[in-house]
């Protein structure tokens, strides 16, 4: 009997071992999942909220832009960062030497904190000949409202 006892026991032993062994494992697993899945909603969660900052970012310049073909350079003028105190005054003169835009594209944009960078291309018109410009980088900043703004002067 108890030869017979100690053969279950000895039988027993190493598969409760192995049971324990397995929820332990299970437990580590669960628990590193949960900080896995942690790590990636917030990556997900940053990942829309920069895709974000960037359509706003993308948006300021497409509207910058719209503004410049129509050559309202009033309306063009409140998409500026002006942390140079330039007046609209000044702005006009700059922008009087500006050929004619005809049309834009914007084929990237990246942002990395309040600092966005918009590629573009455009085409513009002097003396009634078109000339294409490709990959011209645009610098846009947030100015102190968290809004963006053309990087002119700089």
């Not at 832009?65 to 942390?83: C, E, H, M, P, S």
């Not at 702005?91 to 904190?113: A, C, G, L, P, Q």
Request: include cysteine.
């Amino acid at each position: 009997m108890y030869i017979n006892n100690f053969k279950k026991n000895l039988i027993t032993f190493p598969l409760s071992i192995f049971l324990v062994f397995i929820l332990i494992l299970s437990l580590c697993l669960v628990l590193t999942s949960c900080s896995q899945i942690n790590d990636l909603k917030s990556n997900i969660l940053s990942k829309f909220s920069g895709e974000k900052e960037a359509d706003k970012a993308v948006k300021t310049a497409k509207d910058f832009f719209n503004t410049l073909i129509k050559k309202d350079y009033v309306g063009a003028y409140q998409y500026i960062y002006n942390n140079k105190n330039k007046t609209f005054d000044d702005f006009k003169n700059e922008m009087k030497n500006v050929t004619d835009i005809i049309s834009f594209e914007v084929n990237w944009v990246e942002v990395k904190n309040n600092i966005a960078i918009v590629d573009i291309d455009f085409i513009d018109s002097y003396d009634g000949e078109e000339k294409i410009y490709k990959d011209m980088q645009v610098s846009l900043i947030k100015d102190e409202d968290e809004n963006w703004k053309i990087n002119f002067w700089n």
